[in-house]
């Protein structure tokens, strides 16, 4: 509850619709009256925007950002046998897309300070097996990435970005995912840039890539009913790509508030004895998510709930520690992924989340530590 009395949702859409829901509606109304459903000119017209502001050559819409990842395996003949060095604290799907390709996830920690993968500990986990390395730009800031491509270079690996939660993130200046061979990107509802449905984008600087996706995202059809490749059913569908571009052109805008948001909670937060994830590789965080990392977390979160603040935790149990991922491998001992995980708190974070709520929301958090 806020001043108001009205309950702090961890994120709103209404407020979203209201603002553009206008031209929302006229973008699923084209599409409608163009009788042109699947990969048409809203699809192709979107991969070049979005590969624009990604600054990279091509990009191929795909039905989601698990799609993503997994075609992006593909396209590097990822399959059974080979192994893929990524992180444990991330979103399921990072290593199911390994998993559905027949090769093994295998499980690097962290950085303490970034949450992000120790690029120190990457050579330990290399192998004959190992066919890529695949970064998380976790909450939306950038893995350090000239250390990882530096790696990629020495053992011959490819570098596949899962920048699901990096849309607008910048590495030294380069947007995330223009650094890796592929980057795969997320348009799930709630991410920085989301559809209405479902939603998946890969980027590339490779045209022999490039080719290959294009395939792959289509049932590996090069002319009509005749297949190159064993292909995949794949594509992001013209109506969320009409509803995408509406929102590309806000998307810096929207980063903006973002970061103001984060600003007020880091300036509100500082006396409170809390680890915020700092990143020391100069990269520009693009907020998908403002975590904190606290002492009695559990505590803090009901307390927050009790008070009318939605929060969520990302995430609670790192995928080495569950069931669906026994058959991982893990790379020395995962301590600082296993530790975070019991302290990790994501407050509200979203373009229209009032200054009064953040305040609110500081306050609830100074009022529980006084
Ligand atoms: C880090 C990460 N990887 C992959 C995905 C999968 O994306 P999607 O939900 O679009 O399949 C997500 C989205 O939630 C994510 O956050």
Not at 1 to 19: A, G, R, V, W
Not at 164 to 184: D, V
Not at 288 to 317: C, F
Not at 318 to 329: D, E, I, N, V
């Amino acid at each position: 509850m806020n001043k108001q009395n009205i309950p702090i949702k961890f994120f709103d859409f209404s407020p979203e619709i209201s603002e553009i829901g206008d031209q929302i509606h006229d973008a699923i109304k084209r599409v409608i009256s163009s009788g042109r459903y699947i990969l048409g000119s809203e699809v192709s017209a979107f991969e070049k925007e979005f590969a624009q502001i990604c600054s990279c050559k091509d990009a191929i819409g795909v039905a989601s950002g698990t799609d993503a990842l997994f075609l992006a395996l593909k396209a590097f003949d990822v399959g059974p046998g080979d192994e893929v060095i990524t992180v444990a604290n991330t979103f399921a799907a990072t290593a199911l897309a390994i998993m559905y390709t027949g090769a093994t996830p295998v499980f690097v920690d962290i950085e303490p300070h970034s949450y992000l993968i120790n690029t120190l500990l990457i050579k330990e986990a290399i192998t004959p097996k190992t066919k890529a390395i695949l970064p998380v730009h976790l909450y939306g800031a950038c893995a350090d990435m000239d250390k990882i491509m530096e790696i990629a270079t020495d053992h011959d690996l490819y570098v596949l970005e899962d920048a699901c939660q990096a849309h607008g993130a910048l590495y030294k200046n380069r947007p995330a995912g223009a650094i890796g061979h592929l980057a795969a990107f997320s348009f799930y509802p709630t991410k920085n840039l989301g559809a209405y449905g479902d939603g998946g984008m890969i980027t590339t600087n490779d045209t022999d890539l490039y080719n290959k996706l294009v395939l792959l995202r289509n049932y590996g059809q090069k002319d009509r009913y005749s297949y190159n490749i064993p292909g995949y059913n794949s594509r992001l569908d013209e109506i969320q790509a009409a509803i995408l571009r509406v929102k590309l052109k806000y998307l810096s805008a929207w980063l903006e508030k973002r970061q103001r948001i984060s600003d007020l909670y880091d300036i509100g937060l500082t006396d409170i004895n809390l680890v915020k994830t700092s990143i020391d590789n100069a990269s520009t965080h693009a907020y998908h998510l403002y975590v904190i990392s606290v002492e009695k977390r559990d505590e803090l979160q009901a307390h927050l709930e009790d008070n009318g603040v939605e929060t969520l935790i990302h995430y609670p149990v790192p995928l080495h520690k569950q069931k669906a991922f026994k058959k991982t491998k893990i790379c020395g001992q995962l301590k600082q992924t296993e530790l975070r995980s019991n302290q990790i708190l994501s407050l509200p974070i979203y373009p229209w989340l009032k200054d009064e709520d953040v305040y609110y929301i500081i306050d609830c958090v100074k009022d529980f530590y006084s």
